[in-house]
C-alpha cells in the first residue's frame, strides 16, 4: 500500500498524526508542505469534497491508495487500525468510547480556542480579539480537566493513547500563551513533559525545522456558531 | 430488565442515533422520555445521571454515557447484533468524517433553524419567570446562550443565511455521495446512515425546493430504504410528538432514479 503525508510543523493536527504515524510504525512517504500560507488548497487531492469540507481546518492530509483522509483523530484511528505498532485506543469499549468523547471534546472545545490564540500570537495580533476570553477559558477548562484526569495514573486514558496525542498536540504552544491555566497544575506539567518525550513524539518533533514548533499555527476549526 | 436505560426525547436527532443503533443491534433498554420542552433534561433527577444537562445519556449497568455519537461506538462494539461500522479502516474513517461533518456543521445549521422555527415558539408562552428559571438551570452555558437566543427569536440574519448556505451545500454533498455509493460512507448500512437519517429524514419536507425526486433522487432513495427499515419503524414508535411519526414522502415507493453509479 502507498501512503503519503502532507503535514506541516510539527504542532496542532500534523503532530497527532506525524506522532501516531510513529507509534504504530506505518510506512509512510513524508511531504513537508506550509500549512499556514495554504499549500494544501494547491494538493493534487484539494477538491475531493472530504478534504476541501474538512473542518479540522488547516490539517495534514493522509492518502492512502488513493483516498485522500482529513482530521488528525480520525486518521489516527486509521492508523492505529492498519498498523502494527502498540494499540493507541484501550481495547474495553467504554475506555474507547471515553477516548472518543475525550477526543471530540478536544477537537469542538480545545483545538478552536488552541488554533485561535497560536493564530493570533504568531504573528502577533494577526487576528480580531473578540474571542480572546472565550479562547483562554476553553485552554483553562482544558488543562483542569487533565489535571483531574491525570491523577494517579501516567496517561489520560490510563495506557498512552490518541488522547494524549490530541491533547498534547492542541495544548504545548498554549503554556506560554496561556501561562495562568498551567500555574500550579503539576501533574499536567509532569504529563505534558512525559508526552513529548515518548518516543513517537520525539521523533515528531526532530523533524521541526523551526525553532520552537509549538509557536507554528495556522487556521483551525471554526469557533461554534451557537449553543 | 435490560441493563440498558436511555435517556431521550423524541427519536430523531441526537436522541434518535442511539435509539436506532439500540434497534438495529436488537438490544431491549428501558426507555427514560425526557420532555426537552419541558426541560425535563435540567431537572436534579436528571442532573445526577448526567450533570452537563445533555439529552441523550445511557446507562449500561453502571456505566454512564453520554455524547450520542460516541454512544453508538460503544452500542457497535459492545452487543451482539449486526455490526453497524464497516469491517475496513478507509470505511471506518469515512464513517467517523461523516459523523463529524454532521455532528459539528450540518446539524447545528439545521438545528438553528428547526429553534428558531419549532422550539423557541413551543416555549415561549410558558410563563416568562417560569422560563427564566428554567435557563438559570441549564448547567452548560453555551446551551444557556441557545435557548435565551431561540426563545427570544434573537438569531441575526447573518447567522441565519449562513445556516441556510449551509443547509444547501450540505443537500449537495449528501446527494453527490449517495450517488456514488449505496449508503453514506461506506458499501454497507453503518452508524454514519443512522447518525445522517435522524439528521436528515425530514430535508424533502422542510426544505422540499432543495431536496425532491428530480433534483436530490438518491437522497430520497436512501431516505425511503432506512425510514421502512424495521428498526425505524420500531424507533418512530416511541415517539411521543408529531415530530419523528409518518412522512408521507418517504412512505411513497422509490420510483424515479437514484442507484448509485
Same mark, same amino acid.
Given at each position: 500500500m502507498r501512503t503519503t503525508l502532507y503535514h506541516g510543523?510539527?504542532?496542532?493536527p500534523s503532530l497527532t498524526v506525524l506522532a501516531t504515524l510513529f507509534a504504530k510504525e506505518v510506512p509512510a512517504e513524508l511531504v513537508r508542505i506550509d500549512l499556514a500560507r495554504g499549500e494544501r488548497h494547491a494538493l493534487p487531492c484539494a477538491r475531493e469534497p472530504l478534504v476541501a469540507m474538512s473542518i479540522e481546518g488547516e490539517g495534514p492530509v493522509l492518502v492512502a491508495d488513493g483516498e485522500a483522509m482529513t482530521d488528525s483523530v480520525f486518521i489516527a484511528c486509521y492508523l492505529d487500525d492498519v498498523? !502494527?505498532? #502498540?494499540?493507541? !485506543? #484501550?481495547?474495553d469499549p467504554y475506555e474507547r468510547w471515553q477516548t472518543m468523547t475525550w477526543c471530540r471534546q478536544t477537537i469542538e472545545r480545545t483545538a478552536p480556542a488552541a488554533a485561535y490564540l497560536g493564530c493570533r500570537a504568531h504573528p502577533p495580533g494577526a487576528a480580531a480579539a473578540d474571542h480572546l476570553g472565550d479562547s483562554r477559558t476553553k485552554i483553562r477548562q482544558a488543562v483542569d480537566r487533565i489535571e483531574k484526569q491525570i491523577d494517579g495514573r501516567q496517561w489520560l486514558m490510563g495506557t498512552f493513547s490518541i488522547a494524549d496525542l490530541e491533547s498534547y498536540a492542541w495544548l504545548a504552544g498554549m503554556v506560554p500563551l496561556v501561562p495562568e491555566a498551567f500555574a500550579a497544575r503539576p501533574r499536567t506539567a509532569s504529563w505534558l513533559a512525559r508526552v513529548k518525550a515518548s518516543p513517537a513524539v520525539a521523533r515528531a518533533l526532530s523533524l521541526a525545522r523551526t525553532p520552537d514548533p509549538a509557536a507554528s499555527w495556522s487556521v483551525g476549526p471554526e469557533i461554534n456558531r451557537w449553543g | 430488565m435490560p441493563d440498558v436505560t436511555l435517556y431521550h426525547w423524541e427519536p430523531n436527532a441526537n436522541s434518535g442515533k442511539p435509539m436506532l443503533a439500540l434497534m438495529e443491534k436488537g438490544v431491549a433498554f428501558n426507555s427514560h422520555y425526557l420532555d426537552l420542552l419541558s426541560f425535563d433534561q435540567h431537572q436534579p433527577e436528571y442532573l445526577a445521571v448526567n450533570p452537563q444537562g445533555t439529552i441523550p445519556a445511557m446507562l449500561h449497568g453502571e456505566r454512564v454515557l453520554t455524547e450520542s455519537t460516541a454512544i453508538m461506538e460503544y452500542v457497535d462494539e459492545v452487543f451482539?447484533? @449486526?455490526?453497524?461500522? @464497516?469491517?475496513d479502516p478507509r470505511d471506518r474513517w469515512r464513517v467517523r468524517w461523516w459523523m463529524k461533518l454532521m455532528d459539528q456543521w450540518l446539524g447545528p445549521s439545521f438545528s438553528m433553524i428547526g429553534w428558531k422555527v419549532f422550539v423557541g415558539p413551543a416555549v415561549r408562552d410558558k410563563d416568562p419567570k417560569e422560563l427564566r428559571a428554567a435557563i438559570e438551570r441549564i448547567p452548560l452555558p453555551e446551551r444557556r446562550v441557545a435557548w435565551r437566543k431561540a426563545i427570544s427569536g434573537q438569531f441575526g440574519a447573518e447567522e441565519l443565511e449562513e445556516s441556510r448556505r449551509r443547509v444547501a451545500l450540505g443537500i449537495r454533498m449528501l446527494e453527490e455521495e449517495l450517488a456514488r455509493r449505496p449508503w453514506l460512507a461506506s458499501d454497507q448500512y453503518s452508524l454514519a446512515d443512522i447518525n445522517g437519517f435522524n439528521l436528515a429524514y425530514a430535508l424533502p419536507v422542510v426544505w422540499p425546493e432543495l431536496s425532491n425526486d428530480e433534483l436530490t433522487p438518491h437522497i430520497l432513495r436512501w431516505l425511503r430504504t432506512i425510514y421502512a427499515r424495521p428498526a425505524t419503524k420500531a424507533c418512530w414508535a416511541m415517539g411521543r410528538t408529531s415530530m419523528a411519526k409518518r412522512v408521507a414522502i418517504l412512505e411513497? @415507493?422509490? %420510483? %424515479?432514479p437514484g442507484q448509485p453509479a
Open positions: 510543523e510539527p504542532n496542532g498498523g !502494527r505498532g #502498540p494499540a493507541l !485506543r #484501550p481495547a | 451482539e447484533g @449486526p455490526r453497524l461500522m @464497516p469491517a411513497q @415507493p422509490h %420510483t %424515479t
